[in-house]
């Protein structure tokens, strides 16, 4: 529960940095360079050879460029924060245990409903993208054995997907170690395990010494006729006896 909240805390000034720098610097997107540069030219594209004013990044038509500035990259950021935590909480290795991934097209459709694998380790199937048909030709296998991998893996990808410049990527990273720093000193989210105690989960529970019970209910049974009392009983009249004249 509190590396989740570590993560959350990372995220959240993560973006309140990353989007003033972005504000700040209102850097070019590639699309918006690389057409401005080379529009009019003949240019080597993933898709062919192109006029440069109809370069278009690696991702389906349907799926724009963020309209928002180049640098930093959020991506990169939020990738190295994951990683930051991640190796604070659970250390630096992933142990590659077997373990059955479940309903993974809800992280990318690039992945089957479930596989059976290595922790850490993810398999992309022949034909599986929606960009190109028929892409990748062979089974491809991305591996990692440490959360610093993941986040190097994630970040870059912005790039070769043609959504950022290198210069965000790095920009990021290097944002995500000062905020990491800065959450440290200032958060105060310990890992030791006098903050963290560990119960079992399924040993009895100790019944109190003696109950609790709220002071207006003891008030208010001082106050009310036990229902356990008899009523007293009213004294018998007296009946005078007649006196003979």
């Known amino acids: 529960m509190y590396s989740l909240q570590d993560l959350a805390v990372h995220l ?14 209102m850097e070019a997107r590639p699309i918006q360079e690389i057409r401005r540069r080379y529009a009019g030219q003949s240019i080597l594209s993933w898709n062919g050879v192109i006029d440069g004013s109809q370069w278009v990044p690696y991702q389906m038509a349907n ?11 959020g991506h990169s ?20 245990v077997p373990m059955i991934y479940d309903q993974q097209p809800l992280i990318s459709k690039l992945f089957p409903l479930n596989t059976m694998g290595p922790y850490g ?41 043609g959504i950022h410049a290198l210069s965000a990527h790095q920009a990021s990273q290097t944002a995500a170690v000062e905020v990491d720093g800065a959450i440290q000193t ?39 006729p036990s229902v356990l009392t008899a009523p007293e009983e009213e004294p018998a009249a007296q009946v005078e006896e007649p006196v003979n004249p």
């Open 63 to 73: 799926f724009v460029t963020p309209p928002f500035a180049d640098f930093p990259s």
């Open 186 to 224: 200032t958060w105060n989210i310990l890992t030791d395990t006098a903050f963290l105690p560990m119960v079992d989960p399924l040993a009895p529970i100790a019944p109190l010494e003696e109950p609790v019970i709220p002071e207006f209910i003891v008030a208010e049974d001082a106050a009310a």
């Open 77 to 96: 950021h939020f990738s190295k924060a994951f990683s930051l935590t991640m190796t604070k909480w659970f250390g630096e290795t992933i142990t590659p």
């Open 121 to 161: 380790s993810f398999v992309v199937a022949p034909g599986a993208s929606a960009v190109q048909p028929a892409v990748p030709s062979a089974p491809v296998t991305f591996s990692f054995e440490t959360w610093e991998d993941v986040s190097t893996s994630a970040g870059i990808s912005r790039l070769y997907g």
């Open 12 to 25: 959240f000034e993560g973006s309140r940095v990353t989007w003033r720098l972005k504000a700040l610097h």
